[in-house]
């Protein structure tokens, strides 16, 4: 057995190296939009950021002060940012209208009550502020089997690829739609929304998965018509000025 999943992985790699030779980090079209409003006055919340391991940003020093916020402890750790703070529920530790940019990798599919979440987001960021948010969508096949499936399957599949089980979270996909979005958001946000597929990590323990897999991620990104179904979201969220 140790021999064929061998065998596959070289299999998967060749081809990995020979079809991906760059190495593409979704979070970079994230950033890319963050790095156009963020200034040296501003505040920054990293909302999930987490112990900073599978990220990696340089917003210190180029921001007023960067916070983040996560239920994990190893938040307080975070290198990335000016201070982290553990919190235990959706409530978030900060003053009404006192963060001007809010950012989220990889979070929104984890929130289990979007009401409460997105009302107090509202709360603290300020007039005029901004939202961005990495997530996947929830109608790629990746998020379809995710949410058919028990976290300790989750668990199983990272750890395959190579990532800590301590990083892998239940998934609720409650907020990953634009329909969604703008629907817990309300009115007073505007919104842009972009699309983006990208090699299919999720399928490398197989050679025949993950050409099926390139064969998709080629099509998807060749017409437009079918942006709806990337696996990759990134939601631009601007707030009305006047409440």
Not at 210 to 233: C, D, H, K, P
Request: with cysteine; net charge neutral; glycine share 6%.
């Amino acid at each position: 057995m140790s021999k064929v999943m061998n065998s596959s992985y070289f299999k998967v790699k060749y081809w990995q190296d020979k079809l991906y030779q760059n190495c593409y980090d979704p979070a970079q079209e994230l950033f890319k939009k963050l790095d156009q409003v963020c200034s040296e006055d501003k505040v920054v919340l990293d909302l999930g950021a987490g112990a900073g391991a599978v990220n990696s940003y340089d917003l210190k020093g180029r921001c007023k002060k960067i916070y983040g916020v996560d239920f994990d402890p190893r938040v307080k750790n975070n290198h990335l940012l000016d201070e982290g703070i553990q919190i235990v529920d959706e409530k978030l530790p900060f003053e009404d209208n006192s963060i001007d940019i809010i950012f989220s990798i990889y979070v929104f599919e984890h929130v289990a009550n979007p009401q409460l979440a997105v009302q107090e987001l509202d709360r603290v960021l300020k007039p005029g502020g901004y939202i961005f948010a990495l997530t996947p969508n929830k109608w790629h096949y990746v998020s379809l089997v995710a949410a058919m499936t028990p976290t300790r399957f989750h668990k199983w599949v990272n750890k395959k690829r190579g990532f800590s089980g301590d990083d892998t979270f239940p998934t609720t996909y409650k907020l990953n739609t634009e329909n969604d979005i703008k629907k817990y958001f309300g009115e007073k946000y505007e919104w842009n929304f972009s699309f983006f597929e990208t090699q299919p990590n999720y399928l490398k323990f197989n050679t025949g998965a993950f050409l099926a897999g390139v064969a998709y991620e080629r099509i998807v990104n060749q017409f437009e018509s079918l942006t709806s179904l990337r696996v990759n979201m990134v939601a631009q969220g601007h707030k009305a000025n006047s409440q």
